[in-house]
């Protein structure tokens, strides 16, 4: 998507450097930065401490981990070694081993001295393709807004609402859950946004960011407001993004999901999950009792980072001096308060049959 005209995507090879270049995101919304990831190292921490962030980015960065570990030593050693390194940095989001598996799965049966130029066009094609699916759903998704839009009085804005940072700056391009709002504004729909702020880390102001550089009219609400507007009729829709959904349908997302998800059930708000097929994750069914969830640093909820009034960036505590905080980073919602999952091959039910008809080949590998 664009930034104040230039198109960027999250991440890009620098062929120039033999290097990966990302968009530091623990800066945004505030300061746009550019760093090379040049060792597993830096791979690792990219990861982990969230500079780059959302479940198909961390895939697409991890392949191009796989691809440096070939380049350094392409023995299946330094293979399986690379892939638990880069495994560990996130438990959360399936995309990781989604990704890392694809890679082993391709790279093992190459010779080695083939195998750091095939590892690199395979992240290349992990990248593009993950373009290709958001852009597919983008698709699926303008389709629902224009109903609802079809369904308002003429200029009346389609009001969404979406939680958490499932825009192009979790993606490699174009987001899931922002790619149908790209979509319609780009086709003329009227459109608002509800932006959930999303505590603690505020991936909402990466939303609001992104919305306000392709001009999206949207507002930046407190974690708590959606059930509130939801009662007073003025949202029509929630997507969400997702991080892992079971075969059955159970949607894995950033904490805070699931109280929109009661929210939008209590109030008759149809409530979509934008969903890229390498997010599901076939080998799990209950997502309550088998997703393992995330616990971050304490820090990042006894703390808020933003602009300061000098113009700095800068942290402040928000509780009192040895408050302990608690930071489960995700929740699920059950399939039963899904309304549809927006897929790169059409809307279906939050089900096992819905997904299995979408996808019968991974479904059957799975069994
Ligand atoms: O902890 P994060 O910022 O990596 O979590 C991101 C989310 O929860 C997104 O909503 C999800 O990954 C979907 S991204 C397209």
Redesign the pocket.
């Given at each position: 998507m664009k930034i104040d005209g230039t198109h960027y995507r999250s991440l890009w090879w620098n062929s120039e450097n033999h290097v990966l270049e990302i968009i530091d995101q623990r800066w945004l919304p505030h300061e746009f930065r550019v760093i090379p990831v040049a060792t597993m190292q830096d791979f690792a921490d990219a990861i982990y401490q969230?500079r780059v962030?959302?479940?198909?980015l961390?895939g697409a960065t991890a392949a191009y981990g796989m691809a440096l570990a070939m380049a350094e030593d392409a023995s299946d050693a330094n293979m399986d070694a690379a892939w638990a390194f880069l495994e560990k940095t996130r438990p959360t989001?399936i995309n990781l081993r989604w990704a890392l598996d694809r890679c082993r799965a391709a790279l093992r049966p190459l010779p080695e001295a083939d195998r750091a130029a095939a590892a690199l066009t395979l992240a290349h094609e992990i990248a593009d393709e993950d373009v290709e699916i958001n852009r597919r759903i983008g698709e699926h998704g303008l389709a629902l807004i224009r109903e609802i839009a079809a369904r308002k009085p003429a200029g009346e804005p389609v009001r969404l609402l979406t939680h958490?940072?499932?825009g192009w700056l979790?993606?490699v391009d174009w987001?899931?859950?922002t790619s149908p709002m790209y979509h319609a504004q780009d086709a003329g729909i009227p459109l608002h946004v509800w932006v959930d702020e999303t505590r603690p880390?505020n991936?909402g102001a990466l939303t609001a960011w992104e919305l306000g550089k392709h001009g999206v009219p949207h507002t930046y609400i407190t974690d708590n407001a959606g059930g509130h507007l939801m009662q007073h009729g003025m949202v029509d829709m929630v997507i969400?993004?997702?991080?892992r959904t079971t075969r059955r349908g159970d949607v894995c997302?950033?904490i805070g999901t699931y109280l929109k998800a009661l929210a939008a059930h209590d109030n008759g708000v149809p409530f979509y999950v934008a969903l890229p097929s390498p997010t599901i994750d076939w080998t799990v069914s209950d997502g309550v009792a088998e997703i393992p969830i995330e616990e971050r640093d304490a820090q990042e909820v006894t703390h808020v980072q933003g602009l300061t009034d000098g113009g700095g960036l800068g942290t402040v505590q928000v509780t009192p001096t040895g408050t302990q905080g608690g930071n489960p980073?995700?929740d699920v919602t059950p399939n039963r308060l899904v309304t549809g999952l927006i897929t790169e091959r059409g809307v279906c039910d939050a089900s096992e049959a819905g997904l299995s008809d979408l996808f019968p080949n991974f479904a059957k590998a799975a069994e």
């Open positions: 969230m962030r959302g479940a198909p961390i989001a958490c940072n499932a979790a993606t987001g899931t859950a880390r991936q969400t993004g997702t991080d997302n950033k980073a995700f």
